[in-house]
């Protein structure tokens, strides 16, 4: 008997609806003539928590870290165990598995994991469903894999999750513990992925209190040639005076005497004048991070929000997989895009030319998913408004992929004018191609600045042109503006941006970033949640507690490059380059450090704490004793100072000392 087992009980329906035979609701599962299919709750199977490793670890302590696995432990999860019951007894029966689990590493896992624990050892195949529609199915069950295939996705998803173990287990203890030792009674979780994040909303916000603004100076003149007029922008030497580090003219008297010749009037000759035909390809459909960034600049979307839109849409039939990290598109697919550019018509976009085959179209950049497009399937219900907003942006970047690539003719020119450069650039568009579908976007910035003097007239090299008149620019600098939810995801993804290594940096610009597409939106929705970072105007602030946590943590874990490397050790992982056993020895090694280099010292005092005056290290704290209230060290029992309190403040007058150890933390 062949069983299939899916992540949830919504893809185990439509699995079932496309198999032969009649089918039936069971308890649990469905029965068809092709089979039993089954589902899961994600995962049903969790990591043992340190305390069911050893009840001593149930109680905080200094002096038990780090605490490494010898053998890692699953726990069956309460809320799921009747359904994993059902599971385990039908894999018992069945005499062939297919794995159906989401095209992705947790996907893989969380099949994976379950067949390991019940120590299955009948065969098993793989199921690959990146859409809900009929077709789609069809062909999935049509193309069953063998599940070894995938084993790297499965090793790179438990490095994952064990490394998260060990630096949330171990490191949310020691900043916990180290931190109540200094006045503090919040918990600090400290995370792989979760901690650079904030680390990069702290600093933001540490630029922008910082930040200076500078005043400074620039010209544009309009010039006349025999072919026409044009404006162009003055351009600072090295050796102008007035400059400051950034080549910005920050001298107002240098800036003065600069008006002053430019006044004088006279004539210019054209030392540059270069046309280029450039070619704009249409944008990749989207990725899962890229579609949250697109529904926050467009919408104001958080990325929570995007998701469940676009698992809605999936679980509709109406879109792809949604969380996909890929945006390409497998080649057979081109197959169905004169059914979907049909149905889509509707939107208004008709000149698409399904005979155009973009960028998108590669195989070679497609492992177990693709890029979020539209099904065969047309939308013929009614959505909520974020669905049909986050539908649209996904059809109308399908619809690009057929329309012809933007092209235009760049020209460069560079002229002379009282021995001072000046420049500028204009375009003619040759053919809009996919840009008509954005006309009403600011879609590309880049391309918005370079049309700032228009359509230029016709000139070469030597030509004389006449100065008309100028005008003065006085320019102040601006801060770095705040993350939102969306830009956050982008730098999440986009991580190389902020990496200290400058080889590094280079070397992780390929690796798609901190997190995967599943975790990054519900990493910032647990910070704000956890009141690490507010939303202030739609942007992101961190609050005290974040300032507190990262001044205390060393750069290793604040900054993105140690994380940044482990994902793109992951990555090989995936692909069947990395080991297991080596990437958790690196993880146990780092946390072995921390738990040598972090100290309650490292957290500065609590603000309006009194210092302990025996260990100068702990603050004191008001308890409750047989006798009323006293003060004590707050790293008692390994201080034993004691103060009686006087009218709500300790008596350091009638103090007692004392030593011991061991730092204890109640949850």
């Given at each position: 008997?062949r069983?299939?087992?899916?992540?949830?009980?919504?893809?185990?329906?439509?699995i079932?609806?496309?198999?032969?035979?009649p089918m039936?609701?069971?308890?649990?599962?469905?029965?068809?003539?092709?089979?039993?299919?089954?589902?899961?709750?994600?995962?049903?199977?969790?990591?043992?928590?340190?305390?069911?490793?050893?009840?001593?670890?149930?109680?905080?302590?200094?002096?038990d870290?780090?605490?490494?696995?010898?053998?890692?432990?699953?726990?069956?999860?309460?809320?799921?165990?009747?359904?994993?019951?059902?599971?385990?007894?039908?894999?018992?029966?069945?005499?062939?598995?297919?794995?159906?689990?989401?095209?992705?590493r947790?996907?893989?896992?969380?099949?994976?994991?379950?067949?390991?624990?019940?120590?299955?050892?009948k065969?098993?195949?793989?199921?690959?469903?990146?859409?809900?529609?009929?077709?789609?199915?069809?062909?999935a069950?049509a193309?069953?894999r063998?599940?070894?295939?995938?084993?790297?996705?499965?090793?790179?998803?438990?490095?994952?999750?064990?490394?998260?173990?060990?630096?949330?287990?171990?490191?949310?203890?020691?900043?916990?513990?180290?931190?109540?030792?200094r006045?503090?009674g919040?918990?600090?979780?400290?995370?792989?992925?979760k901690?650079?994040?904030?680390?990069?909303?702290?600093?933001?916000?540490?630029?922008?209190?910082?930040?200076?603004?500078?005043?400074?100076?620039?010209?544009?003149?309009?010039?006349?040639h025999?072919?026409?007029?044009?404006?162009?922008g003055?351009?600072?030497?090295?050796?102008?005076?007035?400059?400051?580090?950034?080549?910005?003219?920050?001298?107002?008297?240098?800036?003065?005497?600069?008006?002053?010749?430019?006044?004088?009037?006279?004539?210019?000759?054209?030392?540059?004048?270069?046309?280029?035909?450039?070619?704009?390809?249409?944008p990749?459909?989207?990725?899962?991070?890229?579609?949250?960034?697109?529904?926050?600049?467009?919408?104001?979307?958080?990325?929570?929000?995007?998701?469940?839109?676009?698992?809605?849409?999936?679980?509709?039939?109406?879109?792809?997989?949604?969380?996909?990290?890929?945006?390409?598109?497998?080649?057979?697919?081109?197959?169905?895009?004169?059914?979907?550019?049909?149905?889509?018509?509707?939107?208004?976009?008709?000149e698409?030319?399904?005979?155009?085959?973009?960028?998108?179209?590669?195989?070679?950049?497609?492992?177990?998913?693709?890029?979020?497009?539209?099904?065969?399937?047309?939308?013929?219900?009614?959505?909520?408004?974020?669905?049909?907003?986050?539908?649209?942006?996904?059809?109308?970047?399908?619809?690009?992929?057929?329309?012809p690539?933007?092209?235009?003719?760049?020209?460069?020119?560079?002229?002379v004018?009282?021995?001072?450069?000046?420049?500028?650039?204009?375009?003619?568009?040759?053919?809009?191609?996919?840009?008509?579908?954005y006309?009403?976007?600011?879609?590309?910035?880049?391309e918005?600045?370079?049309?700032?003097?228009?359509?230029?007239?016709?000139?070469?090299?030597?030509?004389s042109?006449?100065?008309?008149?100028?005008?003065?620019?006085?320019?102040?600098?601006?801060?770095?503006?705040?993350?939102?939810?969306?830009?956050?995801?982008?730098?999440?993804?986009?991580?190389?941006?902020?990496?200290?290594?400058?080889?590094?940096?280079?070397?992780?610009?390929?690796?798609?970033?901190?997190?995967?597409?599943?975790?990054?939106?519900?990493?910032?929705?647990?910070?704000?949640?956890?009141?690490?970072?507010?939303?202030?105007?739609?942007?992101?602030k961190?609050?005290?507690?974040?300032?507190?946590?990262?001044?205390?943590?060393?750069?290793?874990?604040?900054?993105?490059?140690?994380?940044?490397?482990?994902?793109?050790?992951?990555?090989?992982?995936?692909?069947?380059?990395?080991?297991?056993?080596?990437?958790?020895?690196?993880?146990?090694?780092?946390?072995?450090?921390?738990?040598?280099?972090?100290?309650?010292?490292?957290?500065?005092?609590?603000?309006g704490?009194?210092?302990?005056?025996?260990?100068?290290?702990?603050?004191?704290?008001?308890?409750?004793?047989?006798n009323?209230?006293?003060w004590?060290?707050?790293?008692?029992?390994?201080?034993?100072?004691?103060?009686?309190?006087?009218?709500?403040?300790?008596?350091?007058?009638?103090?007692?000392?004392?030593?011991?150890?061991?730092?204890?933390?109640?949850?």
């Amino acid at each position: 008997m062949r069983l299939y087992i899916a992540e949830k009980p919504s893809m185990a329906a439509e699995i079932a609806k496309h198999l032969p035979g009649p089918m039936a609701k069971r308890n649990g599962y469905f029965e068809t003539g092709g089979g039993l299919v089954t589902w899961l709750y994600g995962h049903v199977l969790r990591m043992a928590e340190p305390g069911e490793y050893d009840a001593r670890f149930e109680k905080w302590a200094l002096v038990d870290l780090p605490i490494v696995p010898m053998k890692w432990h699953l726990v069956v999860s309460e809320s799921s165990k009747a359904q994993f019951d059902i599971v385990a007894a039908l894999i018992d029966r069945a005499s062939e598995i297919i794995h159906a689990g989401d095209p992705d590493r947790e996907g893989q896992l969380l099949v994976d994991e379950v067949l390991e624990f019940v120590g299955n050892r009948k065969p098993v195949k793989r199921l690959l469903l990146n859409a809900l529609d009929e077709k789609s199915v069809r062909a999935a069950l049509a193309d069953l894999r063998d599940n070894n295939d995938f084993a790297g996705l499965m090793l790179a998803a438990l490095a994952r999750q064990r490394a998260d173990w060990l630096i949330g287990m171990n490191v949310t203890r020691l900043a916990t513990l180290c931190a109540q030792v200094r006045g503090y009674g919040e918990t600090f979780p400290v995370g792989r992925v979760k901690t650079p994040t904030l680390s990069l909303v702290v600093r933001r916000e540490r630029e922008i209190a910082g930040f200076k603004p500078v005043e400074h100076y620039g010209f544009k003149a309009e010039f006349s040639h025999h072919n026409g007029s044009f404006t162009a922008g003055w351009r600072a030497k090295e050796t102008q005076p007035g400059l400051d580090s950034e080549g910005r003219l920050v001298d107002l008297a240098a800036a003065g005497e600069l008006k002053r010749r430019f006044l004088q009037k006279g004539d210019a000759e054209i030392t540059g004048y270069e046309t280029k035909e450039k070619s704009r390809p249409q944008p990749l459909p989207f990725s899962l991070s890229a579609l949250q960034v697109a529904a926050g600049k467009r919408f104001g979307y958080s990325p929570q929000v995007v998701l469940e839109a676009a698992q809605a849409l999936y679980e509709k039939k109406l879109t792809t997989y949604p969380r996909s990290d890929c945006d390409y598109l497998p080649e057979n697919q081109l197959a169905d895009a004169p059914a979907i550019l049909a149905h889509l018509a509707g939107l208004g976009m008709t000149e698409a030319d399904a005979s155009i085959r973009s960028r998108a179209w590669d195989d070679s950049k497609i492992s177990s998913h693709h890029a979020i497009i539209p099904t065969v399937l047309p939308c013929e219900v009614q959505l909520p408004e974020t669905e049909q907003d986050v539908y649209n942006l996904i059809a109308v970047r399908y619809i690009a992929q057929f329309y012809p690539a933007h092209v235009f003719d760049q020209t460069s020119v560079a002229l002379v004018y009282q021995g001072e450069e000046f420049r500028t650039s204009g375009r003619v568009i040759k053919e809009p191609g996919w840009r008509k579908l954005y006309a009403a976007e600011d879609e590309d910035k880049e391309e918005k600045a370079e049309e700032d003097a228009g359509v230029l007239p016709a000139m070469k090299p030597g030509d004389s042109v006449s100065f008309i008149n100028m005008r003065s620019l006085k320019k102040t600098t601006k801060p770095p503006e705040r993350f939102t939810e969306s830009t956050l995801l982008q730098a999440m993804k986009e991580i190389h941006r902020f990496v200290k290594n400058d080889e590094l940096k280079k070397q992780l610009k390929s690796v798609s970033g901190i997190g995967t597409e599943a975790t990054r939106a519900g990493i910032i929705a647990d910070l704000i949640e956890k009141q690490f970072m507010e939303l202030e105007k739609k942007r992101l602030k961190p609050t005290e507690i974040a300032f507190i946590l990262v001044d205390a943590l060393p750069d290793e874990l604040t900054f993105p490059d140690s994380t940044a490397v482990w994902e793109d050790q992951l990555k090989l992982m995936e692909e069947g380059a990395g080991i297991l056993d080596e990437f958790i020895t690196r993880q146990v090694e780092l946390v072995k450090r921390l738990c040598k280099s972090l100290t309650p010292a490292s957290f500065r005092l609590k603000e309006g704490g009194r210092r302990c005056p025996t260990c100068k290290e702990g603050v004191l704290i008001c308890r409750k004793g047989g006798n009323g209230p006293f003060w004590g060290c707050s790293r008692y029992p390994d201080c034993k100072f004691t103060a009686p309190d006087r009218m709500g403040k300790p008596d350091l007058l009638s103090s007692k000392l004392g030593g011991l150890s061991r730092i204890t933390f109640k949850k």
